[in-house]
């Protein structure tokens, strides 16, 4: 079962960022948090992924709390094309991935 | 740069029907390799990973198999379809060390009838 939490849904408008949250209160020292999402019908999306440093790259960014124990991924400017579904992912290396309900984006104009 | 291939894109079985779907990654040496099962609005199931050729492991048993019989190729079997067995496969890869992330092929979608 997947140890992460996600509002099942969210809105956001074209050329706004979005900010997507994850609670991950249960992580451990040596999981890492993990982005992907999921447009309909596709495979899943690797976005980014983190360890405690925040990190960005030319998809997002991932703002990680000081206690590991949340973070949120923020898409800058979002497009129609952001419209999926996004999952976050503590995991530690070796492991499996689960992914749970993950939070559908709907970008609209 | 890196790329996974899955084909077909879409299949339909009938019931007892044998199955072989195809994975290969490219750019890319020794990579993990997985093959995941999506069912309709659930998250994935991991139904079998691989650390090299031959080398297999099964996550959940099951009425299918896989094999790995050159390093980046990964193929899913089954000698009789059951009906549970439709969903959505995906195959994904990764380097084998450190924490680096998986990514996925865009999937084959199956369908038993």
């Known amino acids: 079962d997947a140890k992460t939490t996600q509002p099942p849904s969210m809105d956001c408008a074209e050329g706004r960022a979005a900010n997507l949250p994850c609670n991950h209160s249960t992580i451990s020292g040596n999981e890492y948090v993990y982005w992907y999402r999921q447009i309909h019908s596709q495979g899943p999306q690797y976005i980014i992924h983190g360890l405690k440093n925040n990190e960005t790259n030319e998809m997002a960014s991932l703002i990680i709390t000081e206690d590991r124990k949340s973070s949120t991924l923020i898409l800058p400017h979002a497009t129609l094309r952001d419209t999926a579904v996004y999952y976050c992912i503590d995991k530690a290396a070796g492991n499996k991935l689960t992914f749970g309900g993950g939070t559908r984006v709907l970008v609209k104009p | 740069s890196q790329t996974i291939h899955q084909w077909p894109a879409t299949l339909v079985q009938p019931v007892g029907s044998p199955l072989s779907l195809e994975c290969t990654v490219e750019?890319?040496?020794?990579?993990?390799l997985y093959w995941y099962r999506q069912a309709a609005g659930r998250g994935l199931q991991l139904l079998f990973y691989?650390?090299?050729?031959?080398?297999i492991s099964s996550e959940v048993p099951q009425n299918l198999s896989a094999s790995r019989p050159q390093d980046r190729q990964f193929i899913l079997s089954s000698k009789k379809l059951l009906l549970s067995d439709s969903g959505f496969y995906l195959c994904?890869?990764?380097?084998?060390?450190?924490?680096?992330?998986?990514?996925f092929g865009d999937g084959t979608r199956l369908s038993i009838l």
């Open positions: 994904a890869w990764s380097v084998r060390s450190g924490n680096q992330p998986q990514h």
């Open positions: 750019g890319t040496s020794n990579p993990n």
């Open positions: 691989s650390v090299g050729i031959g080398q």
